[in-house]
């Protein structure tokens, strides 16, 4: 298998065509409140998908986007997209002031629990480490802020002001349309009315046995991450 990371205005179409695929197919499904009235996603039980072009859009967005992908005979088999923005309110002794935000992480169902999704996010925050100060996700699923929470070598933060500071400066355009944020000592979720089912995610949140910070999710909602990278310890390497 071959890892890259190719920045926003380096991605073809044929690897973005790939990307969707591997999304469309290995994501997740509908929830059964996804198709109602006041809500416009997919059949209960069908697949959640996006299309080049959405990906295109929604994804990469401005100059700072990019992906982290694993490739297996020139497809991909793990993905991680990612785009960093400014925040005012954090700085390190260099006078960085960026956050590292994962737009998206997703993994194929046969590739699962190999250390894709590490080795594809270390790939992320090692090229970005000297720029940010943080790194984020929102995700209903727990392993995936899990993962984020390893390769940035620290827990969430569930600092109300931290969050909503960096909440309010975030630069994803389906953050930015977000209807509500909930920030407290055992919860911390944004209301993105993403109505994939949890059904996975709440087995696999049974089965963590490390500190977690954030919650159980509620429908229609996705955890909100954000880990200190100056957490890391300075002679700690991440592995795959």
Request: glycine share 8%.
């Amino acid at each position: 298998m071959e890892y890259c990371l190719i920045e926003g205005p380096d991605i073809s179409d044929a690897l973005l065509e790939g990307c969707s695929q591997l999304f469309s197919q290995h994501y997740g499904v509908w929830s059964s409140a996804a198709a109602t009235p006041t809500h416009c996603g997919g059949k209960a039980g069908s697949p959640v998908e996006m299309s080049a072009q959405q990906m295109r859009v929604q994804l990469l967005f401005d100059e700072t986007c990019g992906v982290a992908v694993c490739l297996s005979n020139g497809l991909p088999v793990g993905q991680a997209f990612f785009c960093t923005f400014t925040l005012p309110a954090l700085h390190d002794d260099d006078g960085s002031r960026n956050v590292c935000w994962i737009t998206q992480l997703v993994v194929h169902a046969d590739r699962r629990r190999q250390g894709i999704a590490v080795k594809l996010l270390s790939l992320v925050v090692d090229s970005r480490a000297r720029d940010c100060v943080a790194v984020g996700v929102a995700s209903c699923n727990p392993t995936t802020v899990r993962a984020v929470e390893r390769v940035a070598g620290g827990v969430s933060e569930v600092d109300e002001g931290l969050v909503r500071e960096v909440f309010s400066h975030c630069s994803v355009p389906h953050l930015k349309r977000a209807t509500d944020l909930v920030v407290s000592e055992c919860e911390c979720a944004v209301n993105t009315n993403f109505f994939v089912d949890h059904l996975e995610g709440l087995f696999m949140l049974e089965k963590l046995k490390c500190q977690w910070v954030l919650g159980v999710v509620r429908e229609g909602w996705e955890y909100l991450s954000i880990v200190r990278l100056s957490n890391l310890p300075e002679s700690e390497e991440v592995n795959g």
